[in-house]
């Protein structure tokens, strides 16, 4: 059953209903509400692990579980889950694992090539809207077929980085050369086909580790492999159906939409696992310009990060091409029911004095980088109030009454703005013009209204701003 068609009263009937408090919950039905919106999980309520309570758990499990499964790679503080979805639309519920972006190297790179790809992986970071993005995995191909050699790049990687690992070989003795060395660290490993996959499969029960299966353009052969490792008593399980290049991009879209429909809408067996994607197909074809190569690549990435690629092995790693990815990656799996904010405060923007202006603003993340970066970008010196608008922007706040005159007269008042300026004049933003009466009625502050766009405030700081307006 898809997640939102979940009632909390379904799941409250199967807790052992003595509201112990035990979860931190007031009683049951609150913690069935915080299970269906999965903001708690099973584990949780102590009592339900008792024996008398197996088939009530199990049944929950049941019905909790993502119609995706999530898959661990890694272990201990640097594993990452992979899959682990609801929904197939973001707006239906929320995402819950971002897509990991695998960097590829190969071994038969340069050790220059090698270690240069990998330093990018380890320091790649981009901090957007207070968070930091960085890159989650490196993708280790055999191209050699040589299990010495591959087993020498495994352990080259393992030295130089912490980062979850997924290896790629096809033949089976060289795949076990890789996990001779990494095995305990829980590597994805990649793949198994319908040639192989007995040998694969054996060495995922033996080293316990996650696995690939692959089948390129064939998805009934890509769900018979799924299904014969389920049997096999394989539990984790990763679907790679193959990625076209960019002339084929439709084929890209239909493929990887079919298996995640089927998966989530149709609960069709074998296809409820993470799909793996590889925009790296883009460098298969010969360009002119290794930069037609990226460039493509990029778009295959930002095409399967929509539609519905749950890891990403990338080839590129050009800081224009990856910029992109992580950000449209972080605006989609950011959670629609929790808008990105920051903490409401006063911030002391530059070296402020006494005549320095104040402008306000909202606690919606997007709002408050964007004005702060206008502030700081210009140099000037001031202070910028943080209004609490429950993260709604300027518009919405005040059309939602999320931001009101109260609320900005109580936040002048709690961050002490008058104890650091002697003047009483506020800088609103353009878009509040119309809460500019009564702030200025609540507060007992003369208000001015700003520009509508923050790009807009050191123009009118240099040519508007008094402190002391008659
Ligand atoms: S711990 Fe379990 S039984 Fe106790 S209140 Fe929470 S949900 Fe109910």
Known sequence: MPAKELSPIEIYKLLPGTSCKECGETNCMAFAAKLVNREATLEECKP?????YADNFAEL??????????????????????????VLYR????????PAIAIDVTDEMSDEEFETRIHVLNDFAYNYI???????????RCT????QKFAEAVKKADELTRKPLMLVAHNPVVLEAGLEVVGE????????????????????????????????SDLDTLKSIALTLEEYGIKDIALDPGTQPTEYMSVNTDTYTILRWNAINEEEKGLGYPLIGAPMAAWAVEEEDP???????????????ARFADLLVIHGISGWSLLPQIILRSNLYTDPRKPVSVEPELVIMGTPDENSPVLLTTNFALTYYTVANDIENAKINGYLLVVDSEGMSVESAVAGRKMTAESVAEAIKDFKVEDMVKHRNIIIPGRSARLSGEIQEESGWSVSVGPLDSSGIPSYLSEKWNPYPE
């Open 130 to 140: 207070g968070m930091d993005l960085t890159l989650d995995m490196l993708n280790i």
């Open 144 to 147: 050699s077929g040589d299990p």
């Open 91 to 98: 707006h239906d519920f929320t995402y819950f694992h971002q």
């Open 291 to 305: 930069v037609l190569n990226e460039w493509n690549e990029a778009v295959i990435a930002g095409v399967l990060t």
């Open 48 to 52: 339900l692990l008792e024996e008398k």
């Open 185 to 216: 660290k829980r590597p994805l490993i990649h793949g198994a086909t319908k040639d192989n996959w007995k040998e694969v499969a054996e060495l995922a029960l033996k080293y316990s580790c996650p696995v690939v299966a692959y089948s390129p």
């Open 61 to 86: 499990w049941s019905l909790l579980k993502p119609a995706v499964k999530a898959v661990e790679v890694g272990v201990g503080e640097n594993a990452i889950t992979i899959g682990g979805e609801y």
